[in-house]
């Protein structure tokens, strides 16, 4: 895919938060807003672009997962500040200068904030699609009831073998092999009226392993493009994800 927009932190507000967390102004019980803020809103638009507009029932979803991806930001967020915050002590024991902490801040914001982000982008854009086709699948499949896994010609070793793999659209199989099933993906589902189910045997040869935790999931039936079993919602303190890790999820855009 080409590259996409970056989260909107220039140099000197890298700077400038990596000041603040080196100072203890910023820590993992008080984020920074201003940059959950920019990485919301870039996931925000990312979901926007992907979704396109629907019926009434379609909106109510869209409203889910914009709340998703501010959940999902705020994890991001925090996960940033923790991993920046384990930099601060060296070996000794003893404050890093900020200079050593700056060199190694700006690389763990890269991480974070560029590349990671440049793959999570790309996935809330593949995932809206999909959950926004989930929703005309379910209203076409009186007429369109079976539905077909394609690699859509870009077959690689994690999806290659579900590829022509085919169910009715109520067959719970699609709870955990829609796509997308990793970061990246371009795989498809294609809904048809005569087409031949899979036999048992070739689904329960499926190699479920191949499909990461927290991408087992249906955008379009749970209203999530991250679930709950990202990383980043992993080893955080108990109940902070439930609060959203004290940040506010923003009523309007």
Same mark, same amino acid.
């Given at each position: 895919?080409?590259?996409?927009?970056?989260?909107?932190?220039?140099?000197?507000?890298?700077?400038?938060?990596?000041?603040?967390?080196? #100072?203890?102004?910023?820590?993992?019980?008080?984020?920074?807003?201003?940059?959950?803020?920019?990485?919301?809103?870039? *996931?925000?638009?990312?979901l926007?672009?992907?979704?396109? #507009?629907?019926?009434?029932?379609?909106?109510?979803?869209? #409203?889910?997962l914009?709340?998703?991806?501010?959940? *999902?930001?705020?994890?991001k967020?925090?996960q940033?500040?923790?991993?920046?915050?384990?930099?601060?002590?060296?070996?000794?024991?003893?404050?890093?200068? *900020?200079?050593?902490?700056?060199?190694?801040?700006?690389?763990?914001?890269?991480?974070?904030?560029?590349? &990671?982000?440049?793959?999570?982008?790309?996935?809330?854009?593949?995932?809206?699609?999909?959950?926004?086709?989930?929703?005309?699948?379910?209203?076409?499949?009186?007429?369109?009831?079976?539905?077909? *896994?394609?690699?859509?010609?870009?077959?690689?070793?994690?999806?290659?073998?579900?590829?022509?793999?085919?169910?009715?659209?109520?067959?719970? !199989? &699609?709870?955990?092999?829609?796509?997308?099933?990793?970061?990246?993906?371009?795989?498809?589902?294609?809904?048809?009226?005569?087409?031949?189910?899979?036999?048992?045997?070739?689904?329960?040869?499926?190699?479920?392993?191949?499909?990461?935790?927290?991408?087992?999931?249906?955008?379009g039936?749970?209203?999530? !493009?991250?679930?709950?079993?990202?990383?980043?919602?992993?080893?955080?303190?108990?109940?902070?994800?439930?609060?959203?890790?004290?940040?506010?999820?923003?009523?309007?855009?």
């Amino acid at each position: 895919m080409s590259k996409q927009p970056a989260i909107k932190f220039n140099s000197g507000k890298i700077e400038r938060l990596l000041k603040q967390i080196h #100072s203890g102004e910023i820590t993992e019980t008080d984020l920074p807003v201003d940059l959950y803020d920019q990485i919301g809103e870039y *996931f925000k638009n990312a979901l926007y672009q992907g979704f396109g #507009s629907g019926d009434f029932e379609a909106i109510e979803l869209l #409203s889910e997962l914009r709340d998703n991806v501010y959940l *999902f930001s705020a994890a991001k967020t925090y996960q940033f500040t923790k991993a920046c915050s384990d930099l601060l002590v060296n070996e000794q024991g003893e404050i890093k200068p *900020f200079s050593q902490f700056y060199s190694e801040g700006q690389e763990v914001y890269g991480q974070y904030n560029e590349t &990671w982000a440049q793959a999570e982008y790309n996935t809330v854009i593949g995932q809206s699609q999909m959950a926004n086709q989930w929703q005309t699948i379910e209203a076409n499949k009186e007429i369109l009831p079976m539905l077909t *896994f394609s690699t859509n010609g870009v077959p690689c070793p994690e999806c290659l073998p579900f590829e022509g793999l085919t169910a009715h659209v109520d067959s719970p !199989i &699609w709870d955990v092999a829609t796509p997308l099933l990793h970061f990246n993906c371009q795989c498809i589902l294609i809904p048809s009226d005569d087409a031949a189910e899979s036999t048992k045997e070739f689904i329960g040869d499926l190699p479920m392993d191949n499909i990461p935790d927290d991408f087992k999931n249906n955008p379009g039936k749970t209203g999530e !493009i991250f679930t709950k079993e990202h990383p980043y919602f992993s080893g955080v303190p108990k109940g902070a994800a439930a609060n959203n890790f004290g940040l506010e999820i923003p009523e309007t855009d």
